[in-house]
């Protein structure tokens, strides 16, 4: 339906709740005006939504479904593709069906929408053109638990623009296949394009899974997309997780803003900002005639390095060296500041402090921290998926995880419990997704346990067996082929050994010297 011209015919509905009843003849001519207009815009003038009069209908009850069925009932066999209801429900809410794929024509196909009173009839029109989305097998787009958080998209909470997705608009037919960039694996700038222009107009990461990718648009300021907070590049996820694949490639795929937990727009990329998505580093680095440059860099593998646990000196596999920190101190590499590279970290088991330093050079800590007690164990890493690595740690006195979302005093962020005794605390990006999540080893059945989420609440854990690793030696973790997924490896005798596979053997290895802890990062880019 989302091509060509889309037929509707417009009913009113009398319920048993005596609200006010809408004017069909009014309703056409809102329909085919403001709503039909936004459709034509985001569509680039490729799908002519029409308008006519049908009817009224009253039931003696309050319930929409009535509605449905009523007008379905009285609707003869037309040349509409749809039935538009109008209820004298207040309040702005709506429902709609794609309708039947085996017929084309309404009633048959049982294709509508439904709004309440005010969905056409105020300043709302906005529901109806969510509706109106949703019959074109359009989904929400949400990270939850509500499915209305997403405040750039009129099929979630965007209520204040009329714009969608780019995915939408190339679901629907709207975006031709030559305007769509798929990403190759090499550095590249993407000139990426708003409605209406030439060019690319949508940017493709592939995910790990079949199914699973990340998509780019551009929005720029229009009389149907003026939510300044939304213009920009917009980043989201879909996964197609469901069995049925009809279903999954309309209304019940999932599509996820990219952004932090606490930033309604942190998915919206202006000039000078950078993120890290399914593993490919983007920065966006011009703008112009409303459209966005995009640099894309393919993901830069983790190096080695080692600290010397009495000098307190560093060394990295890139040459470069340098002291920092005092005896017993425990060391620890991530991007402290979101520029793509690692700096050290130390944690002071006598005090409870975290000394942070933003560059790879001898110094005192730019950032001090007091966070934990006596006995606990660093991590750290990009908790809430906004590219900034923050810090945590785990207590073994009660096997729990505290992680904090900025590297600054405070409590606790999320906290969870995790492991059990004996068990060694280690963080990653375990699949790809741009997310650090714990993990414990379990030196006496060597088994990586991975958090699946960071939810408090619950998460599932993925058990995996590392028979490789030896007894006494050090674990780590680190993403040693640059693909966006951490694996483990361990040092011993001063060689460290590692896999590009989880629970694969410990086939690739660096040598360094005995008794030096081993420290894992992106020295330089």
Same mark, same amino acid.
Request: glycine share 14%.
């Given at each position: 339906?989302?091509?060509?011209?889309?037929?509707?015919?417009?009913?009113?509905?009398?319920?048993?709740?005596?609200?006010?009843?809408?004017?069909?003849?009014?309703?056409?001519?809102?329909?085919?005006?403001?709503?039909?207009?936004?459709?034509?815009?985001?569509?680039?003038?490729?799908?002519?939504?029409?308008?006519?009069?049908?009817?009224?209908?009253?039931?003696?009850?309050?319930?929409?479904?009535?509605?449905?069925?009523?007008?379905?009932?009285?609707?003869?066999?037309?040349?509409?593709?749809?039935?538009?209801?109008?209820?004298?429900?207040?309040?702005?809410?709506?429902?709609?069906?794609?309708?039947?794929?085996?017929?084309?024509?309404?009633?048959?196909?049982?294709?509508?929408?439904?709004?309440?009173?005010?969905?056409?009839?105020?300043?709302?029109?906005?529901?109806?053109?969510?509706?109106?989305?949703?019959?074109?097998?359009?989904?929400?787009?949400?990270?939850?638990?509500?499915?209305?958080?997403?405040?750039?998209?009129?099929?979630?909470?965007?209520?204040?623009?009329?714009?969608?997705?780019?995915?939408?608009?190339?679901?629907?037919?709207?975006?031709?296949?030559?305007?769509?960039?798929?990403?190759?694996?090499?550095?590249?700038?993407?000139?990426?394009?708003?409605?209406?222009?030439?060019?690319?107009?949508?940017?493709?990461?592939?995910?790990?899974?079949?199914?699973?990718?990340?998509?780019?648009?551009?929005?720029?300021?229009?009389?149907?997309?003026?939510?300044?907070?939304?213009?920009?590049?917009?980043?989201?996820?879909?996964?197609?997780?469901?069995?049925?694949?009809?279903?999954?490639?309309?209304?019940?795929?999932?599509?996820?803003?990219?952004?932090?937990?606490?930033?309604?727009?942190?998915?919206?990329?202006?000039?000078?900002?950078?993120?890290?998505?399914?593993?490919?580093?983007?920065?966006?680095?011009?703008?112009?005639?409303?459209?966005?440059?995009?640099?894309?860099?393919?993901?830069?593998?983790?190096?080695?390095?080692?600290?010397?646990?009495?000098?307190?000196?560093?060394?990295?596999?890139?040459?470069?060296?340098?002291?920092?920190?005092?005896?017993?101190?425990?060391?620890?590499?991530?991007?402290?500041?979101?520029?793509?590279?690692?700096?050290?970290?130390?944690?002071?088991?006598?005090?409870?402090?975290?000394?942070?330093?933003?560059?790879?050079?001898?110094?005192?800590?730019?950032?001090?921290?007091?966070?934990?007690?006596?006995?606990?164990?660093?991590?750290?890493?990009?908790?809430?998926?906004?590219?900034?690595?923050?810090?945590?740690?785990?207590?073994?006195?009660?096997?729990?995880?505290?992680?904090?979302?900025?590297?600054?005093?405070?409590?606790?962020?999320?906290?969870? !419990?995790?492991?059990? %005794?004996?068990?060694?605390?280690?963080? *990653? @990006?375990? /699949? +790809? $997704? #741009? &997310?650090? =999540?714990?993990?414990?080893?379990?030196?006496?059945?060597?088994?990586?346990?991975?958090?699946?989420?960071?939810?408090?609440?619950?998460?599932?854990?993925?058990?995996?067996?590392? !028979?490789?690793?030896? %007894?006494?030696?050090?674990?780590?973790? *680190? @993403?040693? /082929? +640059? $693909? #966006? &997924?951490? =694996?483990?490896?361990?040092?011993?005798?001063?060689?460290?050994?590692?896999?590009?596979?989880?629970?694969?053997?410990?086939?690739?290895?660096?040598?360094?010297?005995?008794?030096?802890?081993?420290?894992?990062?992106?020295?330089?880019?």
């Amino acid at each position: 339906y989302s091509t060509g011209t889309d037929l509707w015919r417009v009913w009113v509905c009398d319920t048993a709740l005596d609200g006010t009843v809408g004017d069909v003849g009014a309703a056409v001519d809102i329909l085919n005006g403001e709503i039909a207009d936004a459709f034509d815009w985001m569509s680039e003038g490729a799908y002519d939504l029409q308008f006519e009069a049908g009817g009224t209908v009253t039931i003696l009850t309050e319930d929409g479904d009535d509605c449905v069925q009523a007008v379905l009932d009285a609707s003869a066999p037309s040349s509409a593709n749809g039935v538009f209801i109008i209820t004298d429900e207040p309040g702005w809410s709506g429902v709609s069906s794609p309708g039947f794929s085996t017929e084309d024509l309404s009633p048959g196909n049982r294709r509508y929408s439904l709004v309440t009173y005010n969905g056409v009839f105020s300043y709302s029109i906005a529901v109806s053109i969510h509706e109106l989305g949703h019959a074109i097998y359009w989904p929400h787009s949400f990270t939850g638990p509500s499915e209305y958080d997403n405040p750039i998209d009129i099929m979630s909470g965007g209520f204040g623009a009329y714009a969608t997705l780019g995915i939408n608009r190339y679901a629907a037919g709207w975006v031709d296949p030559g305007q769509v960039t798929v990403y190759d694996g090499t550095a590249a700038t993407v000139d990426l394009r708003p409605v209406g222009d030439p060019g690319t107009q949508l940017f493709v990461i592939p995910g790990e899974e079949t199914g699973d990718y990340f998509v780019l648009d551009a929005r720029a300021p229009h009389e149907y997309d003026s939510r300044a907070s939304a213009h920009g590049v917009t980043v989201h996820e879909v996964r197609h997780d469901c069995t049925s694949t009809f279903f999954c490639a309309g209304t019940q795929r999932d599509q996820i803003p990219q952004r932090p937990v606490d930033d309604s727009y942190g998915h919206v990329l202006t000039v000078g900002e950078t993120l890290l998505v399914g593993g490919v580093s983007l920065e966006i680095v011009g703008s112009a005639d409303g459209g966005y440059q995009i640099a894309v860099e393919p993901p830069v593998p983790d190096s080695f390095g080692m600290q010397n646990p009495i000098s307190g000196y560093w060394t990295l596999d890139d040459g470069r060296g340098f002291y920092y920190g005092i005896p017993n101190d425990v060391p620890m590499a991530c991007d402290w500041n979101g520029n793509g590279i690692s700096t050290p970290g130390l944690y002071r088991d006598t005090s409870g402090f975290l000394y942070l330093r933003q560059t790879n050079t001898f110094g005192i800590a730019d950032i001090s921290i007091y966070y934990g007690i006596p006995g606990d164990l660093p991590v750290c890493g990009d908790w809430n998926g906004n590219g900034i690595e923050t810090i945590g740690i785990y207590r073994p006195s009660d096997a729990t995880f505290y992680l904090r979302n900025t590297n600054t005093i405070g409590f606790a962020d999320v906290s969870f !419990p995790f492991g059990a %005794a004996g068990d060694i605390p280690l963080s *990653g @990006d375990w /699949d +790809g $997704d #741009g &997310i650090s =999540t714990p993990a414990v080893f379990r030196p006496g059945t060597n088994e990586l346990i991975i958090r699946d989420s960071n939810d408090p609440e619950w998460s599932p854990g993925t058990f995996i067996l590392e !028979p490789s690793v030896p %007894a006494g030696a050090t674990v780590f973790a *680190g @993403d040693f /082929d +640059g $693909d #966006g &997924i951490d =694996t483990i490896g361990y040092h011993l005798d001063g060689v460290s050994r590692y896999s590009n596979t989880l629970g694969g053997p410990k086939d690739s290895s660096h040598v360094w010297g005995n008794n030096h802890n081993p420290v894992i990062g992106v020295w330089a880019l």
